[in-house]
């Protein structure tokens, strides 16, 4: 029952509601069939069975409405989306776009990433606990050779945030810190034009990790949410889900660092497609495009 899609995007509450009113009209059965046991025996066996059945159909209906509020709960699809931070450019953009301002689009060669947090707030002590990562070559999505990593956050992962990513202490107990992992990343990603779906919340945990670490990512950094309000400003849910559903594509492993970055880099490559089409074929007027938008939050420094 919990499978079945009417169900599953049900609100708790009403789950919780329909509940309670089918378990009273068993417990109203189950009510008057004992109050005519008193009066009539001679359907007594009848009365029993009907005031069992009212009793147990209660218990199935509270069992059904407790499988489905569990669904929920862990549904993914049920969970609030990051919020929005903008204004990336800020986090030391390069300027070498002229070296690239000619090449076709889908010439280029991206890396899109995503990372999985202890939770929302890295000036405040969060921390990365999984970084994935694929490749975008000549327009292609690479599924294949990907970059996928659990990171030790160095301390205690807040139940709450268990519930997005599935990533517990005895999952990352052995792994290495974030120190031990950047080196690889940063040899994964190499020349590549970053690409990520909020990428200045990807990216201020990176920059935080500068100093400590030395590894910086002077790339340029492209973002889908930027791109999509800028190709459809219309719209007023640009959340990777809101973006696939509206695109047609099935995010895989939702709230997974890898799972999250092959359904960016499907979403990208698409918004490639509808970049050209609007005669925005270079990486130069992409990124234009994007510091044109006048209507976006700047949020970077709630965070």
Request: net charge negative; hydrophobic share 40%.
């Given at each position: 029952?919990?499978?079945i899609?009417?169900?599953?995007?049900?609100?708790?509450?009403?789950?919780v509601?329909?509940?309670f009113?089918a378990?009273?009209?068993?417990?109203a059965?189950s009510f008057?069939?004992?109050?005519l046991l008193f009066f009539?025996?001679v359907?007594?066996?009848?009365l029993?069975?009907?005031?069992?059945?009212?009793?147990?159909?209660?218990?199935?209906?509270?069992?059904?409405?407790?499988?489905?509020i569990?669904?929920r709960?862990?549904?993914?699809?049920?969970l609030?989306?990051r919020?929005?931070?903008?204004?990336?450019?800020?986090l030391?953009?390069?300027?070498?776009?002229?070296?690239?301002s000619g090449?076709?689009?889908?010439?280029?060669?991206?890396?899109?990433f995503?990372?999985e947090?202890?939770?929302?707030?890295?000036s405040?002590?969060?921390?990365?606990?999984?970084?994935?990562a694929?490749?975008i070559q000549?327009?292609?999505?690479n599924e294949?050779?990907?970059?996928?990593r659990?990171v030790?956050?160095g301390?205690?992962?807040p139940?709450?945030?268990?519930q997005?990513?599935?990533?517990?202490?005895?999952?990352i107990?052995?792994?290495p810190p974030?120190?031990?992992?950047l080196?690889?990343?940063?040899e994964?990603?190499?020349?590549?034009?970053?690409?990520a779906?909020?990428?200045a919340?990807?990216?201020k945990?990176l920059?935080l990790?500068?100093?400590?670490?030395?590894i910086?990512?002077?790339?340029?950094v492209?973002?889908?949410?930027?791109?999509?309000v800028?190709l459809?400003?219309e719209?007023?849910?640009?959340?990777l889900?809101?973006?696939?559903?509206?695109?047609?594509?099935?995010?895989?492993?939702?709230?997974?660092?890898l799972g999250?970055s092959?359904?960016t880099?499907?979403?990208?490559?698409?918004?490639?497609?509808?970049?050209?089409?609007?005669g925005?074929?270079?990486?130069?007027?992409?990124v234009?495009?994007?510091?044109?938008i006048?209507?976006?939050?700047?949020?970077q420094?709630?965070?």
């Open positions: 029952m919990d499978h899609p009417h169900f599953r995007e049900m609100s708790i509450r009403r789950i509601g329909l509940a009113g378990s009273g009209l068993c417990w059965a008057g069939a004992a109050a009539d025996t359907q007594r066996p009848a029993w069975g009907l005031m069992g059945a009212g009793l147990g159909l209660m218990a199935i209906f509270w069992f059904l409405a407790d499988r489905l569990r669904a709960y862990l549904d993914h699809r049920s609030p989306a919020p929005e931070f903008y204004d990336f450019q800020d030391n953009q390069p300027m070498h776009w002229d070296e690239i090449a076709d689009l889908k010439s280029l060669n991206y890396v899109v995503d990372t947090t202890t939770g929302l707030f890295p405040k002590g969060d921390e990365i606990i999984s970084i994935a694929v490749r000549n327009g292609v999505v294949v050779e990907v970059y996928s659990l030790h956050p301390m205690v992962i139940k709450d945030s268990i997005y990513h599935g990533i517990t202490d005895d999952m107990k052995d792994e974030i120190g031990e992992v080196p690889s990343f940063r994964f990603v190499g020349d590549a034009i970053l690409v779906h909020n990428a919340f990807d990216m945990f920059k990790k500068e100093q400590a670490t030395g910086t990512f002077p790339n340029l492209l973002d889908t949410l930027l791109l999509s800028f459809d400003h719209s007023h849910n640009h959340t889900d809101g973006i696939a559903q509206q695109m047609g594509i099935v995010i895989e492993g939702r709230h997974t660092a999250d092959i359904a880099a499907q979403v990208f490559r698409k918004m490639l497609n509808r970049l050209e089409g609007r925005i074929t270079s990486l130069r007027r992409v234009e495009a994007c510091s044109k006048e209507h976006v939050r700047k949020m420094e709630n965070f």
